[in-house]
């Protein structure tokens, strides 16, 4: 089976407001975006990526106008694989509760990694699951599916 990863939304914006194009983080976006490799998608995600981009402080620095958020949410959801997993119980959560729908995602039979650039997330993974940084996500190759 291909290795499969959830996306936190700090990976996507960091990745579309970058001007380094070598950057691990343009290397998952463009990935995602591709085709590339088999992400999973949830609806509250998908809702957190929507809000973050649509920030008044983030708009001016990555440039995209609101048709052009929807494109990028539309081109993700289209390669994406939806999930709509059920809430876990509050004991079993993310570090920080509003990652709960994340560690709801990485409980999917599918068993996918998180890519995330949050320290606390990564210094305080779930039992069940991997957590890795963009840059240890593309050096991992996922079975060559990232430059």
Known sequence: MRLRAVVDTNVLVGGLLTADPASPLVA??????SGRFLFLLSPALVNEYRAVLHRP?????????EDDIEAVLVELAANGLWRDPERQSADAGAPDPGDDHLWDLLRTPERPV????????LENPPSFASVLSPRSFVE????SCLP
């Open 28 to 33: 998952v976006v463009d990935g995602m975006l």
């Open 57 to 65: 402080k983030l708009r001016p620095l990555h440039g995209l106008s």
């Open 114 to 121: 998180l890519v995330t650039g949050d320290q606390l997330l």
């Open 140 to 143: 991992m190759g996922t079975g």
